[in-house]
Nanobody, 123 residues
Framework: VQLQASGGGLVQTGGSLSLSCAVS???????MGWFRQAPGKEREFVAAIRWNGGFTYYADTVKGRFTISRNNAKTLVSLQMNGLKPEDTATYYC??????????????????WGQGTLVTVSS
């Protein structure tokens, strides 16, 4: 499977951005996730969605502001980000995993990663 993230950019505090992760090739994962990494910090879980639908999971830091979704053709996973804050500034990555639900926030459980897309939120 190949994952291609896009949609990053510069936005003011309180603004919105929508990130996309294009999925191509043979997808065998169970969940898709979004992570982010700010300079000098560890990679941080943002959100995950079950590939066959019916389940989403969010980090407490983004719950209520971010929404993860997947299109019906199963070719795109999106992350709608509203109410952006300067602390949301990071490079965002999409990834896939066959891991179990209780481990979705652990980046070590994800085997395929897209390249990052930079989100910068100005104050």
């Amino acid at each position: 499977v190949q994952l291609q993230a896009s949609g990053g950019g510069l936005v003011q505090t309180g603004g919105s951005l929508s990130l996309s992760c294009a999925v191509s090739g043979r997808f065998s994962g169970t969940y898709m996730g979004w992570f982010r990494q700010a300079p000098g910090k560890e990679r941080e879980f943002v959100a995950a969605i079950r590939w066959n639908g019916g389940f989403t999971y969010y980090a407490d830091t983004v719950k209520g502001r971010f929404t993860i979704s997947r299109n019906n053709a199963k070719t795109l996973v999106s992350l709608q980000m509203n109410g952006l804050k300067p602390e949301d500034t990071a490079t965002y990555y999409c990834a896939s995993t066959n891991g179990i639900q209780s481990s979705l926030s652990d980046p070590r459980m994800y085997k395929s990663w897209g390249q990052g897309t930079l989100v910068t939120v100005s104050s």
